[in-house]
């Protein structure tokens, strides 16, 4: 009996885990659901603390908020908006001075972020990726990459 229980709990966990992760993609368009070849597909590439020291992800689009926990976009083909958060690491005894934005060193360094926008149009049946450029003066230039397989 007490297997059954431990099955049963462990079916539970696995089905809010699979909706959570299924939570993280955001139809940023009205109506019904298209299919994935009439819109456009934006993964973010967020910095995963603790491992990562840069990333970057979409904050807003065309003026509408989204969750920085948000995985991936779908949006109707066309021009938009992206408010893009940058995150990177830095050493704060090199802050204003001129810095390495690809620090990995995360002993001595803490997380920096710079808010950048873009302006993009993108194809339906196209998969993007949002990633950053980072510069010298710790700020960050953002571009949409077509990563469709």
């Known amino acids: 009996m007490p297997y059954i229980k431990w099955t049963m709990l462990g079916a ?17 368009y009205e109506g019904a ?4 070849d009439k819109i456009a597909r ?11 020291s840069r990333g970057a992800a979409i904050d807003a689009v065309d003026g509408a908020k989204v969750s920085m926990l948000v995985h991936r976009l779908q949006v109707l083909p066309g021009a938009h908006t992206f408010s893009v958060q940058c995150s990177f690491r830095v050493n704060p005894q090199l802050l204003g001075t001129d ?8 002993r001595r360094t ?6 950048t926008s873009l302006t993009a149009d993108v ?7 949002v990633e950053a450029g980072f510069m010298r003066d710790q700020t960050c230039t953002a571009k949409l990459v077509d990563i469709t397989r």
């Open 12 to 28: 539970v966990l696995a089905g809010i885990m699979l909706n959570a992760c299924a939570a993280r993609t955001v139809k940023l």
């Open 33 to 36: 659901e298209l299919s994935v």
């Open 99 to 106: 810095f390495d934005p690809l620090s990995t060193d995360m």
């Open 110 to 115: 803490r997380i920096q972020q710079y808010k």
């Open 123 to 129: 194809e339906a049946g196209r998969v993007y990726r």
């Open 42 to 52: 934006i993964e973010n590439n967020p910095m995963v603390a603790g491992t990562g």
